[in-house]
């Protein structure tokens, strides 16, 4: 006996070593790195948070494991928001979407019966990204905002403009301009333009459905030189790898901007038809970081890391050669209240309620 313990002792130690090593393999399993994904490597196109699209219209449950996941935090997905009282909700928890009261899903305001609402996508390198939301009035018969997010590799020069003019298919086609044909001293003017989506050949098809176009002055608003074009360019300069979020909106009641300039409604024809409401007042809302590369989703930050802004012009000639100032900058709540729409809601940190020219440059 006292020759085996020797024996026993070293192969009671090995033991204890086998049970540690596979009790420490085991422990690891919950720690263990990812598999490597495509959407989960930070680069330029991840810091979009492009998620595979889901329809505004009919968006699938965000609690569903197999829903896709929003690339910047692919581990905790984006949630709708449901700001409101009366069954509002802004749809797939994009930042860039205005409230849409659309409740059941159909595509129509639950409020207003004659606005749409309709998203749309384009696939490239073999991933599905979104290209801009729409809120169109079938009244006005012409869009009322259109939201998406801007980044460089939406932006990329890879196709030509395709002056792919055409009816949008997933908003009503009675309520659209019939034509690509012009009036009422007005040119077709993009909300969100055709430099802004060069990469793919879809992705800048779908920038020329009807319900992306409004008419716009064409002596001295849309027009090189012209006050909106120079906001335009202006705006274009403030996309960063953070990704910029924007809306463009138009208004159509009587206004008077900051430079003291008056537009009252009127009615001309356009696109065809002769009932088109030509807007008094368009807006361009920004909302991103202040650092612009701080690779961070908008929903991590603090509101002192995230400046927003609404720049407010009225709908006349007179502003051309107008370089963008504070006179024309005012808040998001502010815009709100003249509006009746609720911007950035799926941002609860973004300070709305005040904004500082200098942070802009102005």
């Not at 790195?33 to 948070?49: F, I, S």
């Not at 009244?139 to 590799?153: D, F, I, L, N, Q």
């Not at 370089?323 to 900058?329: G, I």
Request: net charge negative.
């Amino acid at each position: 006996m006292r020759n085996l313990k020797p024996f026993l002792t070293s192969a009671l130690r090995l033991l204890v070593v086998v049970l540690t090593v596979s009790l420490a393999f085991t422990a690891c399993e919950d720690y263990k790195l990812p598999e490597w994904n495509p959407v989960e490597k930070v680069d330029p196109a991840d810091t979009l948070d492009p998620a595979v699209p889901v329809d505004p219209v009919d968006p699938e449950d965000p609690e569903d494991p197999e829903d896709p996941e929003d690339p910047v935090d692919p581990e905790n997905p984006v949630d709708p928001v449901n700001p409101g009282q009366d069954g509002s909700m802004t749809l797939a928890g994009w930042y860039e979407l205005p409230v849409a009261r659309d409740a059941d899903r159909d595509g129509v305001d639950d409020l207003d019966p004659s606005l749409y609402y309709a998203s749309h996508s384009f696939s490239m390198n073999s991933r599905e990204y979104r290209n801009y939301s729409v809120c169109y009035s079938g009244e006005h018969h012409c869009p009322v905002w259109v939201a998406a997010p801007r980044h460089s590799v939406y932006e990329q020069k890879n196709v030509k403009r395709t002056d792919a003019y055409a009816k949008d298919p997933s908003i009503p086609a009675d309520i659209q301009y019939n034509s690509k044909s012009t009036g009422g001293g007005c040119n077709k003017g993009h909300m969100l333009g055709s430099a802004e989506r060069l990469c793919s050949r879809e992705a800048n098809v779908q920038v020329f459905y009807y319900t992306n176009i409004a008419p716009q002055l064409s002596a001295g608003f849309n027009t090189g030189g012209g006050g909106w074009n120079i906001l335009e360019d202006w705006v274009d300069g403030q996309v960063c790898s953070d990704t910029l979020y924007v809306v463009i909106g138009c208004y159509f009641d009587e206004f008077t901007d900051g430079y003291g300039n008056t537009v009252s409604p009127s009615t001309i024809s356009f696109g065809g038809r002769g009932d088109v409401d030509m807007p008094t007042m368009f807006y361009y809302l920004l909302l991103r970081t202040k650092k612009g590369s701080s690779g961070k989703a908008l929903r991590d930050c603090s509101a002192s890391e995230l400046k927003c802004v609404a720049f407010v012009r009225a709908h006349t000639n007179s502003l051309k050669g107008q370089k963008p100032s504070s006179r024309e900058m005012m808040s998001v709540s502010d815009l709100e209240k003249i509006t009746g729409f609720s911007y950035f809601a799926n941002v609860p940190n973004a300070p709305k309620d005040s904004f500082s020219a200098s942070d802009w440059g102005l």
